[in-house]
């Protein structure tokens, strides 16, 4: 199973950036998808989650009511939406794929695959 995350960037704060993550030789409709974020000197963080059928999203605090996760189980990718970006969202941000039952999608442990790493950058 491969993930392939893209769609970073240099953005203006305030500006918007979505990412995208595509999923290969894996069932992706089965897979509860993740998003991470890494920024220089910090610990990796939980961003968004969302469930294997959809019906469930989570978002850490941080970005709560600017960032919306979504996926597309025909076209196998998962996307964050990001909007009203701020400076502190500059990071590596990376996708993860769990198989396993989607229960605290929020630690990285749960995860079995993971993504490259996309940059964003935010400028103020």
């Known amino acids: 199973v491969q993930l392939q995350a893209s769609g970073g960037g240099l953005v203006q704060a305030g500006g918007s950036l979505r990412l995208s993550c595509l999923v290969s030789?894996?069932?992706?409709?089965?897979?509860?998808m993740g998003w991470f974020r890494q920024a220089p000197g910090l610990e990796r963080e939980f961003v968004a989650a969302?469930?294997?059928?959809?019906?469930?999203?989570y978002y850490g605090d941080s970005v709560k009511g600017r960032f919306t996760i979504s996926r597309d189980n025909a076209k196998n990718t998962a996307y964050l939406q990001m909007n009203s970006l701020k400076p502190e969202d500059t990071a590596v941000y990376y996708c993860?794929?769990?198989?396993?039952?989607?229960?605290?999608?929020?630690?990285?442990?749960?995860?079995?695959?993971w993504g490259q790493g996309t940059q964003v950058t935010v400028s103020s």
């Open positions: 969302i469930s294997w059928s959809n019906s469930n999203t």
């Open positions: 030789g894996g069932t992706f409709s089965r897979y509860a």
């Open positions: 993860a794929a769990d198989r396993g039952l989607g229960l605290r999608l929020e630690l990285q442990s749960v995860y079995d695959y």
